[in-house]
């Protein structure tokens, strides 16, 4: 079994902020995958279902993004995983918007969720990083995560949910580069590979200049011939 977590914080008010695009994340999966009913445990609420091969359990914290680790740490213990099968979805200051990463271990570069996840089951989880860019100075920074997307982002934002869902059974089989190019397909998709034919250049009018002829090698005498043919 496979956990996945995306951080966020309880309520109707915080739905729509930046900070908790990792519920949208996990929302989008569930939705799109099939998966059953939400469900009160763990002090959070979880999904369950399958992606591909995997059994995966999908779990929102109930307990605030600074007490995340305490609904993680229980549904770890419960059902006897590793950190290793952990998946936390979460929101990165450092990543422009619409920018994903994955990331295998590492800090939590003072992100209040994960500085809470790596304090119960350690810091051998994997991450997905979800760019939501910087608002530039760090005393704005919590005001930023704590408002709500714009409406110019909403098209960038849908893009990365559909990817984020469209590659989750790679994610769930372990496979990070088949998931970041199923994310690269909704956020940048391949441009046509057919060019629009190249243009005339243009006379001194702006009239499409005529081709130049080809010069004529023909000898007087094949000239002559060729009018009374």
């Known amino acids: 079994m496979k956990l996945f977590v995306g951080l966020g914080n309880p ?18 999966i569930a939705g799109d995958h099939g998966f059953g009913p939400w469900k009160s445990k763990f002090q959070g609420q ?3 279902g399958r992606l591909g091969s995997e059994k995966v359990l999908l779990l929102k914290p109930g307990t605030f993004m600074n007490r995340s680790g305490q609904s993680v740490g229980e549904a770890m213990r419960f059902y006897k995983l590793d950190s290793t099968d952990v998946t ?10 619409g920018k994903v990463r994955v990331k295998a271990g590492g800090g939590h ?22 760019g939501i860019g910087h608002p530039g100075r760090k005393e704005l920074v919590s005001g930023y995560v704590l408002h709500d997307f714009a409406r110019a982002d909403e098209d960038w934002l849908e893009d990365v949910l559909r990817g984020v869902s469209d590659g989750a059974p790679h994610l769930a089989a372990g496979d990070g580069g088949k998931f970041m190019n199923a994310v ?7 441009r046509s590979s057919t060019t629009p ?11 499409p200049t005529a081709p130049e ?11 002559l011939l060729d009018k009374f043919r």
């Open 11 to 28: 309520g109707g008010k915080y739905a729509r902020n930046r900070h908790n695009i990792g519920f949208m994340a996990v929302d989008r």
């Open 46 to 48: 979880i999904a369950e």
């Open 88 to 97: 936390v979805l979460h929101d990165e200051l450092d990543l422009a918007p």
């Open 109 to 130: 570069a003072g992100h209040n969720g994960l500085r809470s996840v790596h304090d119960h089951i350690g810091a051998a989880y994997d991450r997905v990083r979800l």
């Open 184 to 190: 690269a397909l909704r956020t940048a998709p391949p």
């Open 197 to 207: 034919k190249a243009k005339a250049p243009a006379g001194a009018a702006g009239r």
């Open 213 to 223: 002829a080809e010069p004529d090698t023909r000898s007087a005498m094949q000239k």
